[in-house]
Every structure is written in C-alpha cells, then in structure tokens.
C-alpha cells in the first residue's frame, strides 16, 4: 500500500475509525494559534470531495506558517537557546555547516544590548559586518541584523549612551551601502534593490536624528565628578581606555582641560593600547624636547590596531565548538556554563571571542 503523505519516507496520515467510515485527522500545533492554549483537533472526512481539498489545505497552512513568520521577525523567534553548534564541514553525524547569517540569528543579541557589558561588543560585531560581511548575510540574518540595529538607536536616543560609537556604525554602514548599490551593483546584494535604498534611507534618517541628539542635564541634585576632589578626578581619568572620552571630558572644564592634558596619563595610555616595541618607529618630542605621548597616540592608531576591551563577551567551548553567552548568575548558582558542555572541566575549555574573531570562525 502507498503512502500517502506528500513525502515518501514519512508515516502517513493519522486515521481514526468512526460510525461512518475512516476520518482522517489533522493536528495544528498551537505555535500557530497562540490565542488558543488548547490542543486542537481537527476531523476531516475524507470522503466528501467537495469539503476537503489537499492543495487548498496545504496552501492554508503554508499562508498561516508566513502570516506567524511576518508577524513574530521582530523579535528573536526561532530559538531560546543562547548558544549555536560551530559546524565547518558535514560528518557523518551532522550535515551542511554553520554559516555567519545562521549565527547571527541564532545568538541572542536583542537581549545583549539590554546589557551594559556586552552592549560595545554586539556594536562592534555590527560595525565588523557591515564593513565586510554585509553581503554573506541571508535574507533572514538581514531583517534581524536591522531590527537589532533599529532597537540599538532607540535605545541610544532615549538614554543618551554612547552616540558616538552608532554615529561611527552608521557611517560605516551608509558607506558600505552607497558603495553597494551604486558603484558594485544589484547582483552581490541578497534581496531586492529597493529594500536595499529604504534602508539606507532609513540609516541617513537615523544619522540625522543623531546629529540632532542633545544631551539633557540630569537634575537630581546629587555630586557631579567636578565636585570630587582632584585626585578622585585624576583616578577616574587614568580608568579611561579610549582616547575620545578623555578629550570629550577635556572640554568640560578648565580643571578637567589640564587633568586630560597629562603626558603620563596619555603615556599610560599609549602603553595599553600598543607594544614598546612600536614607540621606537614613531616617537614625537615636543618643542622642550620631551616625547609628546599624545600625538604619540594619534600617530599610532594610524598604524596599528588598538586594544580592544569589553565588559562581557561571546565564549567558544573548544571541546564541544560551541559559540554561547555565559550566563554568569547562573554559573555561580548551578554552575551552568551556558551550554550542553560534556567535558569533565568546562572551564578550562572556554575561551573569550572577540568580535573579528567571531567573524573568522564562519570564513571557510
């Protein structure tokens, strides 16, 4: 007897046996009707012709599986798991392999922007594919890659943190685009063309609405760092890792001006971000014949990469290959490293991931 599914390798149908005759049920999972929390069953009777129709049926349900896509893109839907199996080739056990686009969905970044700590790092990891991996995203990857970036620049016109770093993924991102859809061409990009222009559209929108950010005082009427005494002003200093923070606070005041202009504190500076070993190629004396560390600095960034330092980063498990965010309250209560790691210490087989890193685990 011939299956009568659609696909020759599957069960069937489901039967049941009634007064009149077979009926043939369906099962619609409740995914699809949230509204609905009971399961619900569905009989069919095959034998009036005129009621049941296969192809109608199934072009129903394919309309009902879009219409709960559309619906439910803005947010993460497909998976609650925080982490993704890194695949690079097809084994017996699994096939295919793990793409960029994949990962992006699968790793949950709504959530991470909400976090202080990881926030710089998903906006660096953004920045990173706009310059270079814009056009390997599937068209998936796409709408949640803008979606997240939408969610970025609400949250930065309503709290007023960190403009400067969306300014610079905005740019890079315009950039990437009008060179894209100008000069490239429609055949490299995943989609259609007028996708592509509302969206730059849209970036140029947001540009200029952050362009347009001012920055509110808050009147709480508590103590601001210029009421700290001037060694307490000088520590917090010497905690600032980037360059434009420091003149940005330069500006405030005349007493923050001369704090800021410390050679030692750019000297300190210099020192983290690079190795000795660069200092040498490119020094800089002033007119007094000391090294001036802070055109030092500018100069150096020029040549070479800066370090990169972030609150909280992605974690690859080199045991399992397995790309996750490490759940610390949980780690400390469970002691759940954040994925199902199957090593007697998972500890030692964990490893930070930076964002360029993150990208090179899906270049093949």
């Known amino acids: 007897m011939p299956f009568l599914g659609q696909d020759w390798r599957s069960p069937g149908w489901s039967w049941m046996k009634t007064e009149d005759g077979w009926k043939r049920c369906e099962f619609y999972c409740d995914d699809f009707e949230r509204d609905n929390n009971n399961f619900n069953l569905q009989v069919l009777n095959v034998d009036n012709q005129g009621i049941y129709k296969p192809d109608k049926c199934e072009f129903s349900a394919k309309k009902r599986k879009k219409d709960h896509f559309n619906n439910t893109t803005k947010s993460q839907y497909f998976y609650h798991e925080k982490w993704i199996y890194v695949q690079k080739e097809s084994t017996r056990e699994r096939h295919g392999y793990c793409t960029l686009g994949e990962a992006f969905n699968r790793l949950d970044f709504s959530s991470a922007i909400q976090d202080i700590r990881r926030f710089n790092y998903v906006v660096k990891l953004l920045q990173l594919i706009a310059r270079t991996q814009l056009t390997s995203l599937s068209g998936a990857a796409q709408k949640n890659y803008f979606n997240i970036l939408e969610k970025i620049v609400r949250k930065v016109l309503e709290d007023q943190h960190n403009p400067r770093l969306i300014r610079e993924l905005l740019q ?5 685009l009008c060179i894209l859809i100008r000069e490239v061409g429609k055949s490299v990009l995943v989609g259609n063309i007028n996708i592509w222009i509302c969206r730059l559209e849209t970036i140029l929108s947001w540009q200029q609405q952050l362009m347009n950010l001012q920055m509110t005082q808050q009147l709480g009427g508590g103590v601001t760092l210029c009421d700290l005494p001037l060694h307490m002003q000088n520590n917090i200093l010497y905690r600032f890792s980037d360059a434009w923070d420091l003149l940005n606070l330069g ?21 983290f971000h690079f190795a000795e070993k660069m200092f040498c190629r490119h ?18 960034q020029k040549y070479y990469p800066k ?6 980063t992605l974690h690859f498990c080199r045991h399992c290959s397995i790309l996750f965010w490490k759940d610390y309250q949980l780690a400390l209560l469970f002691k759940d490293s954040g994925h199902p790691c199957t090593a ?13 890193h993150f990208i090179d685990l899906f270049r093949f």
Do not use: R
Not at 172 to 176: A, G, H, I, P, V
Not at 253 to 266: C, K, N, R
Not at 307 to 312: A, L, P, S, T
């Open 344 to 356: 007697n210490d998972p500890g030692s087989c964990l490893m930070s991931v930076s964002p360029q």
């Open 251 to 271: 500006q405030i005041t005349t007493t923050m001006h001369v704090l800021s202009e410390d050679l030692h504190l750019w000297k300190k500076l210099c020192k």
């Open 283 to 300: 020094l800089i004396f002033s007119e007094k014949g000391h090294i001036d560390w802070k055109l030092m600095f500018f100069a150096l």
């Open 172 to 176: 890079d991102l315009s950039s990437t």
């Open 307 to 312: 370090k990169e330092q972030y609150g909280d």
